[in-house]
């Protein structure tokens, strides 16, 4: 069972768009960060974000993290149909070495 | 650099039988892991090695093996297939520490 909760699980846009998912945990982490799967393939690293950082950009994608709250959020800026995927977040704890993974945004971009 | 290779990429097996997949990880990455992807439970983390060691280890019974070769070459073993193992079985590497892991295109295993 996954231990990081993601919001929505599903979320349906029109291309130009912007898209917004958010991930929720229960733990301490070390760092948190976002993958990109496509239909049942392997997973894409998109971007880290470190327990002492609050907020970090890598070209169309911005995620900030709010420790206190325990939560994350992603940010697809100006969508196009080739974002369409799935993504996740994953936690490093604190304490030892595994990630583990959210339930996943199934995100659909519509041309 | 070459990314993280899988093989096979399908599988059929028969309950009860046993099955072994392979990982190869990055150049100069130490650090394999394997998770499995279902529909109904995710992504779920399976185990961990970094030097020929198992370092970490998820919730799964004991049918579920790995280990890693002194070249950071990684395979792992379930015996005594269920249905229920049908699952992309990703592996990913990374160099050691505790920063970005990079998957592989991932095995996908039916069990008839």
């Known amino acids: 069972s996954q231990q990081g909760e993601e919001d929505p699980q599903a979320l349906s846009i029109q291309e130009g768009e912007n898209a917004t998912m958010n991930c929720s945990y229960k733990?301490?982490?070390?760092?948190l960060q976002w993958y990109r799967q496509n239909s049942g393939r392997g997973l894409v690293h998109l971007i880290l974000i470190r327990s002492n950082e609050r907020e970090k950009h890598s070209g169309r994608l911005r995620v900030t993290l709010d420790t206190s709250k325990k939560s994350s959020s992603l940010l697809i800026t100006a969508s196009r149909a080739a974002d369409t995927a799935s993504y996740f977040c994953?936690?490093?704890?604190?304490?030892?070495?595994?990630?583990?993974f959210g339930g996943g945004t199934r995100v659909l971009v519509k041309p | 650099k070459a990314g993280v290779t899988q093989t096979p990429r399908y599988l059929i097996k028969t309950r009860g039988q046993q099955v072994t997949l392979s990982c190869s990880p990055i150049s100069g990455h130490r650090s394999v892991s394997w998770y499995q992807q279902t529909p109904g439970q995710g992504l779920q983390f399976l185990f961990e090695?970094?030097?020929?060691?198992?370092?970490n280890k998820g919730n799964f019974p004991g049918r579920f093996s790995g280990r890693q070769f002194s070249n950071s070459r990684s395979e792992m073993n379930v015996s005594t297939l269920e249905l229920g193992d049908s699952a992309l079985y990703l592996c990913?590497?990374?160099?050691?520490?505790?920063?970005?892991?990079?998957f592989g295109p991932g095995t996908r295993l039916l069990v008839l």
């Open positions: 990913a590497s990374q160099m050691g520490g505790r920063e970005t892991q990079y």
């Open positions: 733990t301490s982490i070390n760092n």
């Open positions: 994953a936690r490093r704890e604190a304490a030892g070495n595994k990630l583990t």
């Open positions: 090695y970094f030097s020929e060691t198992q370092r």
